[in-house]
């Protein structure tokens, strides 16, 4: 009997408010079934909760894409965010703590860089935005 | 997914349950502040055992309702926060600044009671 299969790939729309709630459980499913700890995947999901949170709230819709990422060193989880949104004009002061265009605390993409191990980040007024970011299992 | 909130005494208790949208949380927020008024309420405690994420949203709301309470003569007790998402708050900077917080429901109680007994003994 072959084992199950892994989805080692999920697209999640964001559109609504609970694709936040479902990015978010579905990249901690994908994490566990790879072998993270729980309080790794939990640093996880809340990244992907605060990614997915961004495109709606500035694009107003758009995607949050997870895979399973392995080369021969390491296995990891890739989340890529995506949006065809405003765009971020400037993207370093967007990266600082506490700067937020929307009025709230302006947390979400520098926390999201401290809980991953690696984050890149491209955008351009009008040309919407895409984040790549990467845990790995060890 | 809606809170049930418990008036338990001079207390609200409000356990969530599952995983809240924001604007779930909000709605929290709307119907703790409601009810602190309508039952004279002196303190409210939030469950957040069952939470297995608090992003900077919802940490910014708790925040949110423990202040609107306090202005509206209360106190707010955030019981429950998972060691895993303890870390992960940690870890992006978010804070609880001047909310109380206790490991569960008992000691949340027990603080309270601390507290009121305190107040009553000042008042004589």
């Known amino acids: ?45 809340t990244a992907i909760s605060e990614l ?22 390491r296995v990891g989880i890739s989340v890529v965010a ?5 765009g971020i004009a400037d993207l370093s002061q967007a990266l600082q703590d506490g700067y937020s265009s929307s009025g709230r605390l302006g947390l979400g993409l520098p926390g999201v860089r401290r809980l991953m191990d690696s984050f890149e980040a491209r955008s351009a007024a009008g040309e919407g935005t895409v984040v790549v970011a990467k845990m790995w299992l060890s | 997914m809606q809170v049930p909130i418990l008036k338990q005494g001079p207390y609200l208790i409000a356990t969530i349950q599952a995983a809240l949208t924001d604007s779930d949380i909000l709605q929290l927020r709307d119907a703790l502040v409601r009810q602190v008024e309508r039952h004279r ?14 992003d900077s949203f919802a940490t910014g709301t708790l925040r949110d309702i423990a202040q609107m309470i306090r202005l509206r003569g209360a106190e707010t007790v955030i019981v429950g926060i ?19 917080t206790t490991l569960d429901l008992e000691e949340a109680l027990e603080y309270f009671h601390r507290k009121l007994r305190l107040q009553t003994v000042d008042r004589r």
Do not use: C
Request: aromatic share 2%.
């Open chain 1, 1 to 45: 009997m072959n084992p199950p299969e892994l989805a080692s790939d999920v697209r999640v729309s964001i559109e609504a408010e609970a694709d936040i709630v479902s990015a978010r459980t579905r990249g901690r499913a994908l994490a566990i079934q790879i072998g993270f700890s729980a309080a790794r995947a939990t640093l996880l999901a």
């Open chain 1, 52 to 73: 997915a949170r961004n495109i709606l709230l500035y694009a107003g819709h758009g995607e949050v894409q997870l895979s399973v990422e392995e080369n021969t060193a």
């Open chain 1, 82 to 86: 995506r949006d065809k949104g405003p």
């Open chain 2, 41 to 54: 309420a002196r303190g409210v405690i939030i469950d957040v055992t069952a939470l297995d994420v608090l």
């Open chain 2, 82 to 100: 998972q060691p895993d998402v303890a870390l992960a708050m940690t870890q992006m900077g978010l804070v609880l600044e001047g909310v109380t």
